[in-house]
């Protein structure tokens, strides 16, 4: 699911539970070509990844065909449609010779002169044939909920296709019946559809049918300014879940895109979406798709999970992994909701909770390159020790002890406190940086914290060593 079509269901949804109406999903897949199965179920599984849920439907244009062909005999009956019986071969002719003219093509009509007798023989000899549109003069015009007021002139719109020469209508056509026959009121969907609602409500009008409102949405741009298309590697939103993101924080960005709250506020819950959500706060702008901005908010909306409903994300990602095992987890639930809760500060999505928490479950094999070489020396050999047998001793291992603990041999010995606590993160984590020293600590637990002190003590000493050697 594209990550334009995601928004626009999004603000479709926002807006539809915002007012109180109903959210219908309608597939529109009366196009065989580039329609199937599997992007049906890709839909549907990306609407319900992101919470969006429907009051009725999946609707599917495919099994609508003899109420299109209803309105089709009424188009044409009525005078405002005909069949076109035009070679392609030809159309395209004189379409190369306007060009060459510079002139811009507009259908002749030439069919629109035969009589009803000329059209029944070509239909009863099985001549293929469009529909067409039958234009009046004049002009169309129609109250966009965006843009406002919108005109155009016929004379530039020509006498459109609505239905194939294969017998199968047309987009444009198709969803004016499904509009009015679902009792359709209000239409949001990309600026890009502009040019389409025009020819909408020419077919409204040609049916006798009240348009129901239109509003258009500002395109999803990329960095470069250049509209994002559906083989971009970010565009699919479904792709998002697999990567980390949460699905109400990518609902949270996506309505950003184009819109903006009153406040200028930016973190939304689902529930605050719908109450704030106004049409109102919809922008004319293309807008630009962001992905360090979509990543802090991911970050926000981990914030604001709880321990428990994270754990359970990350659970599978961690087995996945290998760093885990289910029942490894489910017997050490609480540690990994410790875990958790120091981690989910720093992370902006789920998949750096699964870099950043390794060490927490696994011993480090091995240690940040550059940390080694500043801080694994002789003199940390000493420190690392002194400061084991004092953590050995302690009664207990909260972080207040921690602390206290590893200041007060600063202290004795004189030295500056980050020439304690940066070879103690190192020995333990294996990294640089990380959480609070004494939180991390105190969830590692006494014996694991020492075990790994001592460990990198044998380390250091090894590859003294082997140096020397």
């Not at 129609?142 to 016929?154: E, F, I, L, P, S």
């Not at 640089?432 to 590692?444: D, K, Q, Y």
Request: hydrophobic share 40%.
């Amino acid at each position: 699911m594209h990550v334009g079509t995601a928004r626009t269901a999004i603000i479709n949804w926002l807006y539809a539970r915002s007012k109180g109406g109903k959210f219908i999903l309608r597939i529109e897949d009366t196009d065989a070509d580039r329609s199937s199965g599997e992007m049906v179920t890709a839909i549907i599984d990306s609407m319900k990844w992101l919470g969006l849920d429907w009051d009725e439907g999946p609707i599917f244009q495919s099994k609508r065909g003899e109420l299109y062909q209803t309105y089709l005999d009424q188009l044409i009956s009525s005078g405002n449609g005909y069949r076109c019986f035009c070679k392609a071969d030809d159309l395209n002719a004189k379409r190369e010779e306007a060009r060459a003219n510079k002139k811009n093509y507009r259908y002749d009509r030439t069919c629109l002169q035969l009589s009803s007798d000329e059209v029944a023989t070509k239909v009863a000899n099985g001549e293929k044939n469009v529909i067409r549109l039958k234009l009046p003069e004049g002009e169309t015009t129609y109250d966009d909920m965006v843009y406002g007021a919108m005109k155009r002139q016929n004379v530039d719109i020509d006498d459109f296709v609505v239905c194939r020469n294969d017998g199968r209508p047309l987009y444009n056509f198709v969803v004016v019946v499904d509009d009015h026959e679902m009792k359709i009121t209000d239409v949001l969907r990309g600026n890009d559809h502009q040019t389409n609602t025009f020819k909408q409500v020419l077919i409204y009008n040609a049916l006798g049918l009240t348009p129901p409102r239109f509003g258009h949405l500002p395109l999803i741009f990329d960095e470069r300014k250049k509209k994002i298309s559906k083989r971009d590697q970010a565009a699919n939103a479904s792709d998002y879940g697999k990567a980390g993101f949460l699905p109400e924080a990518v609902v949270n960005y996506l309505t950003l895109l184009g819109w903006s709250a009153k406040d200028d506020s930016e973190i939304f819950s689902i529930e605050d979406l719908i109450k704030v959500f106004n049409l109102s706060g919809i922008g004319k702008a293309n807008a630009v798709f962001d992905p360090v901005k979509m990543r802090f908010v991911n970050g926000e909306h981990i914030k604001m999970k709880s321990n428990h409903d994270l754990a359970t994300l990350l659970m599978p990602m961690l087995v996945e992994a290998n760093i885990c095992t289910y029942l490894g987890l489910e017997t050490r639930w609480q540690y990994l909701m410790d875990v958790v809760g120091l981690l989910k500060s720093r992370c902006q999505t789920i998949e750096e909770f699964v870099e950043r928490s390794a060490y927490y479950f696994v011993p480090p094999h091995e240690y940040d390159e550059k940390g080694m070489a500043k801080q694994f020396n002789s003199e940390a050999v000493e420190r690392l020790t002194q400061l084991a047998d004092r953590f050995e001793k302690a009664g207990k291992f909260d972080a207040a002890t921690i602390e206290s603990t590893l200041k007060q041999l600063a202290t004795q010995s004189d030295l500056k406190i980050g020439l304690l606590i940066h070879p103690t993160r190192l020995a333990v984590s294996g990294m640089t940086v990380g959480p609070g020293l004494w939180e991390m600590l105190e969830v590692i637990g006494q014996d694991e914290t020492i075990s790994r002190m001592r460990q990198a003590v044998s380390f250091i000493n090894d590859r003294t060593q082997d140096e020397q050697a």
